[in-house]
């Protein structure tokens, strides 16, 4: 924050530089309201955030018909979202949601749950067999696995969408002041102190800091009950020959011994720098005793162990993958019923967290939502399963 002058005061104040915070700052700029502040303690998007990397997930394929619905209303605004910034935001390539089916919803849902939300929401898919998804993929699937394909699910670029929404914001004289750590927020008289000792008298402030809310709130007896889990993803080289035959891919497997059964991989979207294909895979659980209460408790290395299994699901389920080039730990902010929390927090105080795995595919929803609460306006769908008061979330 060298040589960076603070306001004194400002319409909204934003925390954090994350997808909610952008999206909340593009919307606002898009809704005419001018004087906002946005604090960033370290950089926009940065490496141990959560909204960090190119690619997330966006489908409709949910167990849960209120988040379907959520998600098709997410997919209207990517569509005007894509419309403003002339520029692909998300690929449309299919998503395959395959593996065993048993009756037990994952923090991903679950194969028959899907199918049945599916089928009452008229959303198209395609049901596959083992043998169809391995002539159809380079995917080993098990005898006994099934599978779901969502034509019509794909990628964020997420990458490209936190670009557009900085853009946006700065084009709309929004001031982005990135190291610029907040020490405290006052949800009462809408101030904000920042670890230089500056405070900033804000008509409206919006917490966004992904895993680190819970410090801000705390203090004041407002921080939902969220858990931080260390996440483990990677990217692979594959064989240049299958690049363009792997798909959008998550696999259902019940929990055996440390292995949490929950894995995902993305189709090829970028090269390493030598021009080899990569593609990015995931795992979708982490255990127990990794699993931390206080945001800078998490482990910042990847565990050993869960590397393992990581390549071994890979090498072994997988066809045409040559090496692990890059593994990363990102956090997931997490509620017990794998919702968020988007809601007023005070007469002043805004807030979005525990945006676990999902959250990104509603983030202009998320970032509308938070910009009307921002202009005392209400949200423009009934957001209830996001709400501080349900039980998940109350202390
Ligand atoms: C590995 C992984 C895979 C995912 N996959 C998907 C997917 O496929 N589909 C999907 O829809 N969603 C997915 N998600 C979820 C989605 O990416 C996150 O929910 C979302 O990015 C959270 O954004 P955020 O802005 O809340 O948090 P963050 O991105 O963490 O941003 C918070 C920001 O606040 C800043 N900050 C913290 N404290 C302060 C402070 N005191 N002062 C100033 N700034 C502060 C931080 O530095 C950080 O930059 C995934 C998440 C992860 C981690």
Redesign the pocket.
């Known amino acids: 924050m060298t040589n960076v002058s603070i306001p004194s005061r400002a319409a909204v104040v934003i925390?954090?530089?994350?997808?909610?915070?952008?999206s909340c700052a593009a919307s606002l700029a898009q809704q005419g309201v001018s004087d906002v502040v946005l604090?960033?303690?370290?950089?926009?998007?940065?490496a141990?955030?959560?909204?960090?990397?190119e690619?997330?997930?966006?489908r409709e394929m949910y167990s849960d018909p209120v988040l379907c619905r959520l998600a098709q209303e997410a997919n209207r605004l990517w569509r005007i979202e894509e419309q403003r910034s002339g520029e692909v935001l998300r690929q449309t390539h299919g998503l395959l949601f395959y593996g065993e089916s048993w009756d037990e919803e994952t923090i991903e849902g679950s194969i028959p749950g899907a199918r049945r939300v599916m089928d009452d929401q008229g959303i198209p898919y395609e049901a596959l067999d083992a043998t169809q998804i391995a002539e159809r993929f380079p995917l080993r699937p098990r005898p006994d696995f099934s599978g779901l394909f969502e034509p019509t699910a794909g990628a964020?670029r997420?990458d490209r969408v936190i670009a557009h929404w900085t853009r946006t914001a700065r084009a709309a004289g929004h001031r982005l002041i990135e190291h610029?750590?907040?020490?405290a927020v006052d949800p009462r008289a809408g101030s904000v102190t920042l670890e230089s000792g500056e405070t900033i008298e804000a008509a409206q402030v919006v917490v966004?800091?992904?895993?680190?809310?819970q410090?801000?709130l705390a203090p004041h007896g407002l921080a939902p009950k969220l858990e931080v889990w260390p996440?483990l993803?990677a990217h692979y080289t594959v064989d240049s020959d299958q690049a363009d035959r792997y798909p959008q891919w998550f696999c259902f497997q019940q929990e055996r011994g440390d292995d949490g059964g929950l894995y995902?991989g993305f189709p090829v979207l970028s090269r390493t720098e030598d021009g080899r294909p990569k593609i990015k895979a995931?795992i979708d659980w982490a255990p127990k005793d990794l699993r931390v209460d206080a945001p800078n408790a998490m482990a910042k290395e990847p565990p050993a162990r869960l590397v393992e299994l990581l390549d071994h699901f890979l090498f072994n389920n997988v066809s045409g993958i040559q090496e692990r080039v890059e593994t990363?730990i990102?956090?997931?902010?997490m509620a017990s019923d794998v919702n968020?929390v988007l809601d007023r927090m005070g007469p002043r105080l805004s807030l979005?967290?525990g945006?676990?795995?999902?959250?990104?595919?509603?983030?202009p929803l998320i970032g509308s939502s938070l910009a009307r609460l921002a202009i005392g306006a209400t949200p423009t769908v009934d957001l209830s399963c996001w709400s501080r008061d349900r039980d998940a979330v109350r202390v």
């Open positions: 925390v954090g530089g994350g997808m909610a915070g952008l604090l960033e303690a370290k950089t926009l998007a940065h141990g955030a959560s909204s960090f990397g690619s997330r997930m966006f964020v997420s610029c750590p907040v020490k966004a800091c992904g895993i680190w809310s410090l801000l996440m993803w995902y995931g990363v990102s956090p997931y902010s968020f979005f967290s945006g676990s795995g999902q959250a990104f595919k509603f983030a």
